[in-house]
């Protein structure tokens, strides 16, 4: 198995002189989760845990990039920065509609982001992170069947201070970063960061001879902590991100051979169908008759793509302390995105998609906690009120449209166009639920934690159709509409024994449930809109935390999973054309986790991720009628592994120089049910590097950084659109270049 690397870069302090030789030694790392500050030896369960130092590399900006420093964690997005699909040991969701149920609870500052428009959270001024794998069915978020990301905010410093990063790179990449201590004013401290970053776009559109794939994003948090030295103290957050960035620039693939091939398509023979070695060498057409290149990163595009996203939060928290801890956790969080697709990816009006959705999510918190004899235990009460609305727009064939063709004029034009289509759905939420789980102390080295959570969910779903090429009667679908009410309980039963200080083993058993959800691309009539079933996960996990040395510490994990009516999407082959329908499917994973950290003599450091994984349909016909039994399931690698080498050392008294090497492996994944050879991302190899020199008096610092050194072509999602002919896959960036200057003031 080959080993990965990523790039974690330590920013320069400015008042730490690093010593010549100082003693290694690994800090002491506390987590969230088990909703308090918890040294990560006392949770029985795999965590990953990330400081402010090893989430701030050059390139890292968004929460998918989070992917690029654990082994366990996958991340798929076939619009670009919107709508993240998050998967953990195999678990999320394959679904692209903005409806669907993510099944990875992901958390800012301890406000829940429900939407999946919202969870691509800005990478920027981040204490740290924290990866939890596995069911969190007891303490965290309404659908964790997977697991939980979590990030936290930089709490406000109590003086006033100034810090500022100015970036420029590869593809006229520019950023500019800002933080900002208000120091204590009375018994409050307020912290006001913002980020922003632009670029071309390192995709060339032969068709305009401009660049695609450009960025340009703006985000701003402001944190405050207010504390009377008494009992109650409270935490506001207030953040907003604007993306107004073009969207993710498609490869195309055509699927069908030039011989036997003709324009306009005969209404009796199917086309002839190109090898999958062809496809992928270049040279098939899509349903035009269009020859797509053979480099992802040059096409023509017709359409002006874009991807707009604007979103935004608050988040109150109120603490009392004492001997029953009680918190409140307000928040409210609102996501407008719209979306401009050239889904052809070609110079033809073949197939373009237009998606606006506005979601609004608020959510309630109650928890309460506390250490009593034997017990330390965490109870509380959870509530969400959520309301998505959705247009999309599907146009097919414009370019016979505008030569005149009608779909009525053909039967086989009929099945699949000239048309144009609207869908307006609205999918409204609510649920509460009613949790707590404890920890007992049965000896002083034996530790056993038990918990539940009680779910009750309502959901209701409005959808209409509406076909533009007939003025008479535009309606193709009439208003459809579906409710349900589901009431589920999940649980957890861990052990952890101390088998001497800093050296603890645990197993533990969890109950993992994750609502039924709509078809949200229920275009047609025939089209099923749901509800698909809930899913349950039953995982078993075995695990141990091993301090090896004070300077060396393995945390080890092995799993079992037990997966029950999977929410699996599929695109219907047969026509009408663009059907998704999500089915129910069973699954197995088993898998073993290793994560190494190292402080090394010479001020060195190393952080070791390697992840094994075996995830298989157990039982699975897909909505095709096609038996995917004994399949891989989507996003999730067999083998990946994720490391990062990096020295800090004095070259003078004033200055100091670090250096940072890193290697990124994954072996295939695929991403559809049916294995596709055309709709896989081979096994690659990343590798980073990075120098940065720092001035310790001044606290000023400069990083030179280099992404994807030996230039990888890496696919990073793919969707089959067969009944037009081609398929659409998006590539991560080519090598890149970065260099950043930061400066601190106080």
């Not at 009608?406 to 609207?422: C, E, K, N, Q, Y």
């Not at 070259?651 to 250096?659: E, K, M, Q, V």
Request: net charge negative; proline share 6%.
């Amino acid at each position: 198995m080959m080993l990965a690397l990523i790039l974690q870069i330590a920013p320069v302090e400015a008042a730490q002189v690093v010593q010549a030789n100082p003693a290694p030694l690994l800090e002491e790392v506390i987590v969230t989760a088990r909703r308090s500050e918890t040294p990560v030896e006392q949770i029985p369960g795999s965590v990953e845990a990330f400081d402010e130092a090893s989430l701030n590399p050059p390139g890292v900006f968004q929460a998918s990039d989070l992917a690029d420093l654990s082994a366990s964690l996958t991340v798929r997005s076939i619009f670009g920065s919107s709508a993240p699909q998050f998967f953990i040991r195999g678990i999320g969701s394959n679904d692209v509609n903005p409806s669907a149920n993510p099944g990875i609870a992901v958390y800012l500052d301890q406000g829940y982001i429900a939407s999946p428009l919202a969870q691509n959270v800005a990478m920027f001024d981040l204490a740290g992170a924290e990866i939890l794998k596995g069911p969190q069915g007891t303490l965290f978020g309404r659908n964790a069947t997977g697991g939980a990301l979590i990030f936290k905010t930089t709490a406000p410093g109590p003086t006033p201070g100034l810090e500022v990063s100015l970036g420029a790179g590869s593809f006229g990449l520019q950023t500019y970063e800002l933080a900002a201590d208000s120091g204590k004013v009375g018994p409050a401290l307020a912290r006001l960061s913002t980020i922003y970053r632009k670029s071309d776009g390192y995709t060339a559109n032969t068709l305009t001879g401009q660049d695609e794939n450009g960025i340009e994003t703006f985000a701003i948090r402001l944190r405050t902590e207010i504390d009377h030295e008494g009992p109650w103290s409270a935490g506001f957050l207030l953040d907003y991100a604007n993306d107004r960035s073009g969207m993710t620039a498609h490869e195309g693939l055509g699927l069908f051979a030039p011989e036997g091939f003709a324009v306009p398509p005969p209404a009796g023979p199917a086309f002839i169908p190109c090898s999958p070695e062809r496809v992928l060498t270049g040279g098939c057409l899509n349903l035009l008759g269009y020859r797509y290149t053979s480099d992802p990163f040059s096409e023509g595009f017709d359409r002006d793509s874009r991807e707009y996203l604007d979103t935004g939060g608050v988040v109150l928290t109120l603490k009392r302390k004492g001997s029953i801890e009680a918190t409140s956790i307000t928040s409210l969080r609102l996501a407008d995105r719209e979306v401009r697709e050239d889904t052809d990816a070609s110079p033809l009006d073949l197939v373009a998609l237009d998606f606006d959705n506005k979601s609004r999510v608020f959510t309630q918190e109650f928890l309460l906690g506390g250490r009593h004899g034997r017990f330390d235990w965490r109870a509380g009460v959870f509530g969400i009120d959520e309301t998505l609305k959705t247009t999309n727009r599907f146009s097919t064939l414009g370019t016979l449209r505008a030569a005149g063709v009608g779909f009525i004029d053909d039967p086989f034009l009929f099945a699949f166009g000239p048309f144009r289509l609207s869908q307006a759905y609205t999918l409204e939420t609510q649920s509460i639920a009613v949790f707590g789980e404890t920890e007992f102390s049965a000896t002083d080295r034996l530790f056993l934690t038990a918990g539940a959570r009680a779910t009750r969910e309502r959901t209701s779903f409005k959808t209409e159709t509406r076909f533009h090429e007939i003025t008479a009667n535009p309606v193709l679908s009439p208003n459809r509409s579906g409710k349900q009410t589901e009431d589920a309980v999940s649980w957890r039963l861990a052990a952890r024994y101390e088998l001497a200080p800093q050296q603890v083993a645990y197993v533990s058993l969890n109950r993992g449930f994750k609502s039924g959800s709509f078809n949200g691309g229920a275009l047609f009539l025939t089209d099923t809109i749901g509800p698909v079933a809930p899913e349950f996960v039953t995982a078993w996990e075995a695990g141990s935390t091993w301090r090896l040395t004070p300077g060396v510490s393995l945390n080890a994990a092995a799993f079992l999973y037990d997966y029950t009516d999977l929410q699996d999407f599929t695109l219907r082959s047969d026509p009408p054309p663009a059907r998704q329908v999500l089915d129910s499917a069973d699954a197995e994973m088993k898998g073993i986790d290793l994560t190494l950290r190292a402080a090394l003599p010479g001020n060195t450091k190393l952080r070791l991720s390697t992840s094994w994984l075996d995830a298989q349909f157990t039982y699975f016909v897909d909505a095709n009628g096609a038996n995917r039994s004994g399949n891989r399931l989507t996003a999730s690698p067999e083998f990946s592994a994720v490391a990062a080498l990096s020295w800090q050392g004095a070259i003078s008294r004033d200055w100091t120089l670090g250096a940072d090497l890193g290697v990124n492996y994954r072996s295939e994944i695929f991403f559809n049910n049916a294995n596709d050879p055309l709709l896989q991302s081979d096994a690659r190899t990343l590798v980073d590097a990075a120098l940065t020199l720092g001035h310790t008096q001044s606290r000023m610092s400069a990083t030179l950084a280099v992404r994807n050194m030996t230039d990888e072509t890496v696919v990073s999602d793919a969707l089959a659109i067969t009944n037009y002919g081609f398929i659409q896959r998006t590539h991560a960036p080519p090598r890149s270049i970065l260099i950043t200057v930061k400066a601190a003031f106080q």
